[in-house]
RNA sequence: GCACCGAUGGCGAAGUGGCUAACGCGCUGGUCUGCAAAACCAGUAUUCAUGGGUUCAAAUCCCAUUCGGUGCUCCA
């Protein structure tokens, strides 16, 4: 099936496919390593993984890039102030970065590239501008992108800058740059601060210059997609696309993907509005990862996502009525045969979800497939219609949901406790809620022990003392279901 | 200020010219259960921010207004 996707360069939807024999080519904007990623950065890292994921589905094979943003003007400032060096201070918001997203079951991409690693590379990039008259140095020693000699400039973000003249507004001189929309290629240092030494002089690399050079060294000069937030658009992407096009005269990505911001409550996420939230903060107030993942790629990437606590609930809710289901389906007893009209239903189904994914990465759509069959497949077990043949084809369907959607099968516990642990080692343990504490001070053998002793109240009909104990338990975040299979119990 | 995007039930949200406006959560009633939970069934927007227009036909197209978001500066 093929891939239908919009493209901002182009302003249209068009399809995706890699080169014949090739890997599909992403390279995706990354993190600063700077401090502990919030939702919104993770809305627009989930997103690139379902398209990475269904991709997958499909049988298209990735080459995935991303860059991890390890020396900035933030990494300098806070490193400084913190009193290490840069190198010691980012690595620990890499790792907690990686955790953040095996947490939030985000695939790794192929390639992993730190920009402090990669300064060779820019030096050359840069010194092959320079060759055009295209980059030039400055007296403080910095070097800039000189954006006259790119007449396309402005074109992804439809900027048009030939009306602008320089002078008259903008005061040039700041940095005896040409011109005030030239950006910084290479950066002087500062007296004091963490550089380099290269055939450019002394400093570091300009912020957009990372992304050109460790893009092409590993998936060449032209190649498919570029992926990042909407905020990257420019200038960041424009500046990438500016210096690249130039250095290579080749198209350098052909088709660019970029993830709406959300709003939090109805309103922009910041620290001001208080409505700022990490990962970690969530799972500490109780919330599960695969209830955060599924709020955060259930609206379409292009579409404005409103993350609400009443929201996070649903979610939590809609995830367990997926597993539930999964776990019905594993445990019927069906009759041999094949129900010819629940088959078809399946089929439909199946259809339905993929062809919403194909179709812009509706993921809206994809899920309202799946939950329709969700409800038709329970009607089937009530009813005694469900027949041994639908069984896997019905759990074939989950398992495709499930390679895009991520949230079927159960991590959270493993998650939530990594949460607590960490929360315990940075003395913010306050922070957890009262329900999430209780759980972790309950042992899996500890509750199968309890729920034995209900299980031998209610034998003797003694509801009351069985009853305390569920409320017990409830209390500490653990819900009982009996069925006539046997008790079972989840986390709330 | 200029440019661009959006507004659909109690909440989130799909649908972008034509069948009864998806889906999830919630709520109400029923079935099941010792009681619950889970699951199922039924109900829950005569209507898509507001006003006007185009059309045989509009949530979907056009204009205006209001509100929210983004970019123009660091930001996923």
Redesign the pocket.
Known sequence: MTIQLFNTLSNTVEPLAPAAGQPLRIYA?G??VYDYG?I??F???LQVDVLRRFLELEGVPVRHVMNI?DV???IIRNAAAAGVPIGEYTPRYEKAFFEDLDALQVEHPEIIARATEHIPEMVELIERLAAQDLAYKTEDGSWYFRIAGFPAYGKL???DFSGITDGARVDVDEYDKDS??D?ALWKAPRPGEYHWQTALGPGRPG?HIECSAMAMKYLGESFDLHA?????????HENEIAQSECATHKTFARHWFH?????VE?????KSEGNFYTLRDLLLKGYKASAIRF?LI???Y?????F?F??L???T??V??LR??HQ?LRDVKAAPGLNAALAAETDRASQSFHA?LA??L?T??A??A???L???G??A???GAIAAENVPLIQKLLADFDKVFAVIEDHDAEFTRFALDWAEREGRLAEAAPEVLAQRSLSDAQIDALIEERNQA?KSRN??R??AI?KELADKGI?????KDGVRWKRK
């Open positions: 904007c993190p600063t919030h919104g950065n809305r627009t890292f943003t900035d003007d933030k973000s439809k900027k005030a929309r950006f912020w990042g937030g909407e905020d990257l658009m420019f200038p960041h993830v709406r911001f959300l709003l109805g309103r922009k996420m910041s709020l259930s609206v379409p292009r579409q404005q996502l409103n609400t009443e929201g609930a649903a979610e809710g809609a367990e009525r539930t289901f019905r919403a179709n812009d509706n809206a759509e899920r309202a799946v939950f329709e969700v409800r038709a329970n009607a077990i009530d009813s209610r509801f009351a069985g009853d569920r819900l009982i279901e009996d069925s």
